[in-house]
């Protein structure tokens, strides 16, 4: 089957073969079809299975005909971070070169005026993350009824950071006779609630999960005592073992305030590197990216938040500075290197207090992960236990503590990560609004026993907004002492 075959016009075909591109992947090849049909499409797929382009290149098609006016965009594309809709972009960029298209980006970090400038023009194409795209509209300067496009995408991912209810929200400001177009690599039932409130009769396109690990990525546990020095301590001794055969390595923290010490660190120990979290602002995180994919950078420090999603090449190492909390993201972390056939290595750092999440991990790719270099009963700490010095004076330790350090942050109204541009009293916002019924269920909760769930939380309890901004340990606001009275549910 050829690009042409699916239905998709000259213009697009021709752009589609410059880009070196002969074969439709099949969810391209199940998709566009339908996509250029004006149906509904509930779209399955993972990134890296070419479903960014089953979505643009329809579109590109259908836009063809009609042209945008001032402040109503013709299509929107939501998209939960930053970059994948910078990335969106690119795909537009790419493929639409053959037609004259008024493409506007509306993310954080960015001043309002351009993007109002393009919005004012008319955009036949507006990818936006949904928190600066709401702050547009209710600024008056964006109308949304004259949308006969919408994608989401990520949609599980937009689950994961507390986007749901914007979505709903915008998915209502859109006219019903719009042609939505669904992505999303799981369906939880959250997401199935949404398809099944906002999609009209979709054409439901699956393509196989990836192999949950990939067989060509050898993996190893590195023990580690775990104090953060030792830890990196290990880490830099593991970059040297490996240096014969590190292409380019990406380099996991669990959070962001970890992300930008070891990146600091390895800056004074003289490493190639660069890092990506979500206080970074987004030119710089741009070049971050840019410089790591041109190979300028050899190692890459990243939050699972800020990397999820980014159509970042093969990698040839991938270190998990921390074993990370939930075990699927584990899976796409090591996901990121012995892509193609190609082989890669992974390399998890594991302390004392990782092993109910090695536990689980295994438990999830169903086998267990060889040590690189003996396990942790050869590991003597250094002075009791681990991580005392995050801990108040006085403090009780809390099981899963670590844990909650990232999800436990109240969810923002609905800024995007970083906002800098915005002003103060809303950037603040992003820190405090938590919806009363997340916060009254916390403190109710049974125990809940897990183990037939990926040990992973279930989704109504991790549905607080987990981007970057979320992932640091410093509790917000109350913290876990909110006062009985906050936790009664409003009555509206
Ligand atoms: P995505 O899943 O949209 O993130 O795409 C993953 C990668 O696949 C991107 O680098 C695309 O440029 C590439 N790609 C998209 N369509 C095709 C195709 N038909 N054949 C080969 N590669 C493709």
Redesign the pocket.
């Known amino acids: 089957m050829t690009f042409a075959d699916l239905g998709l016009s000259p213009k697009v075909v021709s752009a589609v073969a410059d880009?070196g591109?002969t074969?439709?992947?099949p969810i391209?090849a199940g998709a566009i079809p339908h996509a250029l049909e004006g149906k509904d499409v509930l779209g399955i797929?993972?990134?890296?299975?070419?479903?960014?382009?089953s979505f643009v290149l329809p579109m590109l098609t259908r836009l063809e005909k009609g042209r945008a006016r001032a402040r109503m965009p013709r299509t929107l594309i939501l998209e939960p971070t930053r970059e994948l809709a910078a990335?969106v972009e690119e795909?537009f960029v790419k493929y639409g070169k053959n037609h004259k298209l008024n493409i506007a980006l509306l993310i954080g970090g960015v001043s309002f005026d351009e993007q109002d400038k393009k919005l004012e023009r008319g955009a036949d194409v507006l990818i936006a993350t949904p928190g600066r795209l709401l702050d547009h509209r209710e600024r008056g300067k964006l109308l949304l009824n004259g949308v006969e496009i919408l994608v989401i995408d990520e949609a599980d991912r937009m689950l994961d950071m507390g986007f749901i209810p914007d979505i709903e929200r915008i998915c209502e400001m859109i006219p019903f006779t719009r042609q939505t177009l669904f992505f999303s690599a799981t369906m939880p039932p959250e997401i199935t609630k949404l398809t099944e409130k906002f999609l009209h009769a979709p054409v439901r396109v699956e393509v196989a999960r990836a192999a949950s690990a990939a067989t060509t990525v050898t993996q190893r546990l590195v023990k580690s005592m775990s104090k953060p020095w030792e830890k990196r301590d290990v880490l830099r001794k593991l970059i040297k073992q490996e240096e014969e055969g590190l292409k380019n390595a990406i380099i996991f923290c669990n959070r962001k305030v970890d992300v930008s010490e070891l990146y600091k660190s390895l800056m004074r120990h003289e490493f190639s590197v660069g890092a990506l979290h979500g206080d970074m602002d987004q030119r710089a995180r741009m070049t971050m990216l840019t410089n790591f994919r041109d190979g300028k950078l050899k190692l890459l420090v990243a939050s699972d938040v800020a990397a999820r999603g980014l159509?970042i090449p093969d990698v040839s190492h991938v270190f998990n500075y921390d074993v990370p909390i939930h075990s699927e993201d584990y899976v796409h972390r090591i996901g990121r290197t012995g892509r193609a056939g190609r082989l890669g290595k992974s390399f998890t750092i594991a302390t004392r207090n990782d092993t109910k999440y090695i536990d689980a991990i295994e438990k999830l790719i169903g086998q267990s992960i060889e040590w690189h270099d003996g396990d942790l009963s050869t590991v003597e700490e250094s002075e009791g236990e681990t991580d005392a010095p995050r801990r108040g004076k006085g403090a009780p330790r809390r099981a899963g503590r670590k844990d909650e350090g990232r999800e436990r942050k109240p969810r923002g109204a609905r800024h995007d990560a970083g906002e800098a541009a915005a002003p103060k009293a809303e950037a603040d916002q992003e820190v405090q609004a938590q919806p009363a019924p997340a916060r009254a269920a916390a403190p109710a909760r049974k125990q809940r026993d897990w183990s037939n769930e990926g040990n992973r939380p279930p989704r109504e309890n991790r549905n607080y907004r987990r981007r970057d901004d979320d992932d640091g340990d410093t509790p917000v606001g109350f913290g876990d002492d909110v006062p009985a009275f906050m936790l009664i549910e409003a009555k509206v």
């Not at 797929?45 to 382009?53: E, I």
């Open positions: 880009a591109y074969q439709p992947t391209q797929a993972q990134t890296g299975t070419g479903k960014t382009a990335q795909n159509d």
